[in-house]
């Protein structure tokens, strides 16, 4: 490789943004073709978009990551050891089963006989022995292992900064070490499919030893998931977090050895997981480009007298689909380290920034001035509930959709629990597909940043779904269509896990259809409606033959069902019909038969099936207190978690909008009656849902109260992941997605233009948001009101915008422009 310059990117800033869409991604992605150029921020001041440290990451959540949707890395930017720990995103545990339950069917009318009569613990015992995945778990999502960069001959760290620079996605660590002067560049290139790693320095030589770590010989003791870490507690080692030496043997199924003269292969296995056996090959391997001596000695490369190193990491596995693994990862590999190796690090980085900024640079948002960023990132975070920060919110935007973007891309899997990054085989939630609100809520920004690309890998994971849902629909309640419960792995399990309080939910495959409907409200693409009609219709018929008659006359109703993860009285959360169900069952039917219209389905039976059931689903209802409530039954006073972070039978405001403040001013007062129950502050995640609730709903002071907390130091870590705790992400894309709302809501028909803005934003601007109906929005607002709005859609389109209870309509004009001052 050629020795090229050791700066940072020297061309177009994050603060001159001039960008057009190519035409190839719009053509390979049907409904995007109308996705234009972002403009830079007015208003005076330069948009955020550096994460940046004074120190080396000393816990895992201090660390930053990169990705490019199918690998990942999070850099710790040690000195004298560097870690970069890897993940591949369909290194699961297991190999392909089928969960299902065979008892499941024969036992089910029994079970519904006992939830009828209010039998409640009696039904869960007979779900617990009879409708239960076998096994009762899902496979959990595993680490790549660590890459390890023992440098020699360091003396020391002076004038130190790490950073993540969202513009470019690198992660950049700069020091200097006497008259040296270190930088080291890391990015995950979409192009390429590697992990780069750039080593440079000046005024010196790179020595190092390059090893592999084995996720079962790593040491988590660094990791503090309450978002401390040992670099807080232990002021002395700020410049040389160096492992443990590593102990004990590798697994028998890992080979770490030399490839060649210049590079480390590492071949292993996945591990097997509650009964179900290991069925994946996993290979990692490190090509090494650079001006000094590099040497294989063992299981290390030794390079020594170098002025510049690349290592080009490629990470696979064996797996093809949830039932074929006869993938090659060693080829993979291979093909593909020697095919970055044949450019120039220049060439790679610089495919790289084009690929990052067609998605990224779509979007921009500034609010208010700019000044803390001069401040360390975790300094802002510790000190935002005291010292309000409007830019650290726009950063947090900013960050989400790098997140996404860097978690899920198409040809990907769908952004996990931790999206992409994850430490251990073991980790919390198993860092799988949780479908009563995580996954879902990872999505929640997709539309509205301007990133609908990013959901293609949602939508393959649904057409898995819809073929092993049809199974556990069939096998389970004898009904047709598909179905899916309250999680799902890489292996597209779909029966109840975990046990009746948490898995004994019907609607994770329904709620999962909204991001599908959503992405064609978003972007009307016929193409698209054709390719997700069959998932709607198949999800509708489920219910149209799994519901039931409620007992009461109170309408048709699921059974046996959960208001996910919520107990109605102490040990008990079986029921029928929670209003949850209730609502996305309601909203699944609208999008189907809307679907079924614009197709011109000829199926006019299933039609008026689908509209005859609808009409019957039992209503939302106010309890005694005030409050929506959240069972058929008014058990919400007696329930006995009054602040339990899930608030699942608010889904009709957010993010269905079937409550909503224009047509359902009752039942707005009934869901504010239960937020205030249930609290601001909660689990990272629960609070960005509270954050969006309130900004649905037009309290923009409320929501920037409960905002403050969601970026401060109990839901946000160091870096900047979510913090539930631990580490989950969704709790990012719905911060994220609820900022958005703050300033543009898309519901109802309408556009509503800064239908939550708080008084501690008073300017702004924001260019590259979208919402529905094909159309994108730029807006500047000063003094607290609106000062310019500028639409792009569909020529000769009729937007309606709604601000400030004024209803305004926008006749696009031939260009498809349109502008409201």
Known sequence: MNKKKNGVDSGMSSGRRHF???????????????ATAVATPAGGGRENLELWYEKPAGAWVEALPVGNGRLGAMCFGRVAQER?????????????????NPRALEALPAIRKLVDQGEFDAAAKMISSSMM?????QMPY????????????????DNYRRSLELDSAIATTRFTDGKSRHLREVFASAPDQVLVIRLSVQGGTLDFDLGYRHPANAQYGDTDYGGRGKAAASPGVAWDYREPPRAGQPPSTLSVRADGGDALLIDGRNIAWAGIPAALRYAVRVKVVGDGAITPRGDRIEVRGARAVTLLVAAATSYVNYADVSGDPLRTVRAQTEAAAAKTFARLRDGHLAAHRKLFRRLSLRIGANAAAARPT???????????????????????????????????QPANLQGLWNEGNNPPWGSKYTINI???????PVESANLGECVEP????VEDLAVTGAVTARKGYGARGWMAHHNTDLWRATAPIDGPKWGMWPCGGAWLCQALWEHYEYHPDQAWLRRIYPLLKGAALFFVDALVEDPQGRGLVTSPSISPENAHHHGVAICAGPAMDRQIVRDLFGWTLKAHALLGDGDDAFAATLRATRARLAADRIGAQGQLQEWLEDWDAGAPEQRHRHVSHLYAVYPSGQINVRDTPELIAAAKVTLDTRGDKSTGWATAWRLALWTRMGEGERAYSILQGLLGPECTYPNMFDSHPPFQIDGNFGGAAAILEMLVQSWGGEIHILAALPKAWPEGSLRGVRAKGGVELDLDWAGGRMKRLRLRGE????????????????????KGTGTVA
Not at 142 to 147: Q, R, V
Not at 438 to 444: I, V
């Open 20 to 34: 057009m869409v190519s035409a190839g991604l719009a053509m390979a992605f049907p409904g995007l073709a109308g």
């Open 84 to 100: 970069i720990q890897l993940n591949e995103d369909t290194l699961f545990a297991g190999g392909p089963y089928d969960s299902n």
């Open 133 to 137: 995945a076998t096994p009762l778990q």
């Open 142 to 157: 595993g680490t790549a292992g660590d890459l390890l960069l023992d440098f020699q001959g360091l003396a020391g760290a």
């Open 378 to 412: 975790n300094e802002r975070i510790a000190a935002v509930e005291q010292r309000p920060d409007a830019a650290l919110a726009a950063l947090y935007v900013q960050y989400g959709r790098y997140l996404l973007m860097s978690s899920s891309r198409p040809g990907s």
């Open 438 to 444: 995580n996954t879902q809520m990872n999505y929640w």
């Open 458 to 461: 949602l939508v393959r994971m």
């Open 795 to 814: 020529p000769h389109d009729k937007v309606q915008v709604r601000y400030r209870d004024r209803l305004i309509q926008v006749v696009l004009d031939r």
